[in-house]
């Protein structure tokens, strides 16, 4: 005998909201969805992301691993 209300209601027209603005709709168990980063806003989805080898890094690899490229 199956139970009755085990499962949550579902919307298939949920908001996502980020910063305020509406940025999509989606199915959700939530009417409403606030998120803080999403594909629109992303550095990696907006091709702004950058990358920063501020402490040496990749050349203390080299030097440890012995990687010279000569």
């Known amino acids: 005998m199956p139970k009755k209300n085990l499962h949550p209601e579902w919307y298939p027209e949920a908001k996502v909201y980020c910063d305020g603005q509406l940025v999509m709709t989606i199915g959700s168990t939530k009417p409403e969805l606030n998120v803080d980063i999403w594909s629109g806003n992303h ?28």
């Open 43 to 70: 550095p990696f989805f907006t091709g702004s992301q950058k990358i920063i080898d501020t402490e040496g890094r990749v050349e203390r690899f080299m030097r440890k691993y012995n990687m010279d490229n000569d």
